[in-house]
């Protein structure tokens, strides 16, 4: 398996806390029914796994250790819901039985994992005919922003290396249908969509994130151990993400890669 780049810490888990169906599952709603059985790969803190869980029969969330899958855990039964399970999994290698789930799903995460070729055929043999598999992520080199300041060039430049360093492919977005074809998959369904952070509210959330994130997660210290970057350095970045997000023209664009592949 490849290493998690961001790692868990508050600032990691500040971004990802904020998501849900409408922000990040949009392309795969109108395919979830009351009967749905879901199998929630990679669920993270589990905004969308218990999301979710209003929608369908039955989720099914995994993560690679306990610690991680305690967070999906925790707000499943902070929540009060009853239609989850959870189980660690490799990705690479499911415990499921073939035929398992209607749909499973994975949200940024083939971006993260050593051979997502390999994930997506294991997602599919634990998928029911017919049934779907559906992932989105991100792509790290299509991202867009305004003002142009050469630290922010930098943070993009040094996350890159480091996600690939680590066996991931930050720019995944752009590759999920190729992979999907390359694990067997005939009919798939590839589309886009976007994350814009434009407003005051947005710039403040996203470039505030990101200035505490380059200094203290997991990122920033693979950054300094493996000699990408000094202190020095990210605290340049970190003080170019709140210029950033004090202007009132910033702009910031994420783009996403999505497909739906039937099983």
Known sequence: MATYTHGH??????????????????????HLTAQTRLLD?????GSITVDFAGA????????????????????????????????VEDVHALSFADD?????????????????????????RVTVPGGLVAARDADYAGFLWFPVLPEL??????????????????????RLLAWARAAGFREVTATASTWCYATPEERDWWGGMWADRILESALARQLVDEGLATPADLRDISE??????????????VPHGEI????
Not at 56 to 84: C, F, K, M, P, Y
Request: net charge neutral.
């Open 240 to 253: 170019a993400w709140r210029r950033w997000a004090g202007d009132g023209d910033g702009w910031f664009l």
């Open 56 to 87: 369908v029969a039955h989720v099914t969330a995994t993560e690679i250790d306990e610690s991680a899958l305690s967070l999906s855990r925790d707000l499943a039964a902070q929540r009060g819901l009853d239609n989850l399970s959870f189980s």
């Open 9 to 30: 810490h508050e600032s990691v888990l500040r971004s990802h806390n904020v998501r849900d169906i409408a922000n990040s599952a949009a392309y795969l709603r109108p």
């Open 260 to 263: 739906l592949a039937r099983a």
């Open 100 to 124: 398992t789930f209607d749909v499973v799903h994975a949200h940024q995460v083939l971006q993260h994992v050593a051979d997502p070729v390999q994930a997506l055929r294991e997602m599919r």
């Open 41 to 45: 790969v990679g669920a993270g803190p």
């Open 153 to 174: 060039d930098r943070w993009l430049d040094l996350y890159r290396r480091a996600a690939r360093a680590n066996g991931g492919e930050p720019d995944a977005g752009r």
